[in-house]
């Protein structure tokens, strides 16, 4: 890809067993396939948008044209970065980290997602810490922040080892039902306090401007 055009192209977010990277058209078509062949129980929605509602061949091209959407619509004031998460070589699901005015508030939000094959192995943990040290070490961010439902166990289970705290509740309609999401908060001495993956940040200075820092 260009990076000279495009430098996020050029960043890329290592940790002892992953490779986080904007993808390139091929590890796209990876990644949608890996939605296409499922991300949970189809009886479960753990999503507030339930985007998963869909054939395979729909959900593999929403990921598709949703990631290149993320390209297309970034400013330095509204940002979303989305990342195919790669293991072994292999990529397994993807990472997002996204903000409005974050060069106001040092505010970002993270979000993700696994193919099912791939859950249960402490992936989840580790991509999640590689998003918050690109926001914390990489952008200097205040505060970072995330959501589950309350039933998510294992989305929980990841903020609280990652030093999340409780920021509150919200009611959100999904599927036509009113469902509990659980807000969670994540400062800077609570990241320091729960670092325990080793991540290395390559190629991030010539995209700082995109990030308005």
């Avoid at 055009?5 to 490779?19: A, E, H, N, S, V």
């Avoid at 070589?89 to 099912?116: M, N």
Wanted: hydrophobic residues 40%; charged residues 20%.
């Amino acid at each position: 890809m260009e990076t000279h055009i495009w430098p996020l192209y050029g960043l890329r977010i290592t940790t002892p067993r992953l490779d986080l990277r904007l993808p390139d058209l091929d590890r796209l078509s990876e990644l949608s396939a890996l939605a296409a062949a499922g991300v949970h129980d189809e009886d479960w929605m753990p999503f507030s948008a339930a985007w998963t509602d869909a054939s395979p061949e729909d959900r593999g091209r929403g990921t598709f044209q949703h990631l290149l959407g993320t390209v297309a619509g970034w400013t330095t004031r509204n940002w979303s970065l989305s990342l195919a998460v790669s293991c072994e070589g292999l990529v397994v699901g993807r990472q997002d980290l996204g903000a409005t005015d974050f060069a106001v508030t040092g505010e970002a939000q993270t979000g993700s997602w696994l193919g099912r094959a791939h859950q249960g192995r402490g992936i989840g943990t580790e991509m999640r810490a590689a998003a918050l040290h690109l926001a914390f070490e990489g952008l200097g961010a205040r505060y970072l922040t995330s959501s589950a439902m309350t039933d998510n166990a294992p989305s929980l289970r990841v903020s609280e080892k990652l030093g999340y705290r409780p920021d509150g509740l919200a009611v959100v309609s999904v599927r036509g039902t009113a469902r509990t999401q659980r807000r969670l908060r994540l400062d800077r001495a609570g990241w320091e306090a729960h670092r325990t993956v080793p991540v290395e940040l390559h190629g991030l200075e010539p995209s700082l401007a995109l990030f308005g820092v």
